[in-house]
């Protein structure tokens, strides 16, 4: 069974602002209350390829399992990592988020895109988000698997809610000082 849901959001703040805003949603202090299910936090390797302009970044990220999970599984905490694309050329930022534990139980994949907005690429930005949940071991219990699916599912929506008003405190944060530096 596979729990997949797809949310979109419109940022009105400009795509540079809000992909500023992206790589900072995890490591600002501010922000630790907030998501707090996000343990930890690594750049594990970064790199420009000069013949296309692109950066590719890998992070590990550590978070604390939901509740039922932590349960059924009996493990407190899940390592991910995070593959982000940035294409200044296309002003284009993919992030592609997975689990390297508890691969064996459940899946998680998650895959956000940051582009301007059509309507107004200079002021707005949108987000597209894709998330696929699938619990293995329980196949066999169908209903039990929809259940913990389901659970987890609503509590990726839930830190999926915080994460855009994090961001969106992080736009409001960096348009503040970039009027400042105008003055």
């Known amino acids: 069974m596979v729990k997949a849901y797809k949310q979109e959001h419109v940022y009105n703040h400009p795509w540079e602002r809000?992909?500023?805003?992206?790589?900072?949603?995890?490591?600002?202090?501010?922000?630790?209350?907030?998501?707090?299910?996000?343990?930890?936090v690594n750049t594990l390797n970064?790199?420009?390829?000069?013949?296309?302009?692109?950066?590719?970044?890998?992070?590990a990220i550590t978070v604390r399992?939901?509740?039922?999970?932590?349960?059924?599984?009996g493990e407190d905490i899940c390592?991910?990592?995070?593959?982000?694309?940035v294409d200044e050329?296309?002003?284009?930022?993919?992030?592609?988020?997975?689990?390297?534990?508890?691969?064996?139980?459940?899946?998680v994949e998650e895959n956000t895109r940051y582009d301007p907005h059509p309507d107004n690429p200079n002021g707005w930005t949108v987000c597209q988000q894709e998330t696929r949940i699938r619990?293995?071991?329980l196949s066999a219990l169908a209903s039990m698997a929809e259940k913990v699916e389901q659970r987890c599912a609503d509590r990726f929506l839930q830190n999926s809610a915080k994460s855009r008003d994090v961001m969106e405190r992080i736009c409001k944060y960096l348009e503040a000082e970039s009027s400042s530096f105008s003055l």
């Open 65 to 73: 399992c939901p509740w039922l999970v932590r349960r059924i599984i």
């Open 46 to 59: 970064t790199s420009l390829d000069s013949s296309s302009g692109k950066l590719y970044a890998t992070r």
């Open 135 to 137: 619990i293995k071991p």
């Open 89 to 107: 050329k296309s002003r284009s930022m993919q992030i592609s988020y997975r689990n390297i534990s508890m691969e064996k139980f459940i899946e």
């Open 18 to 40: 809000v992909t500023s805003a992206s790589w900072r949603k995890f490591t600002d202090a501010e922000n630790k209350r907030v998501l707090s299910h996000i343990l930890d």
């Open 79 to 85: 390592h991910c990592v995070e593959s982000t694309v």
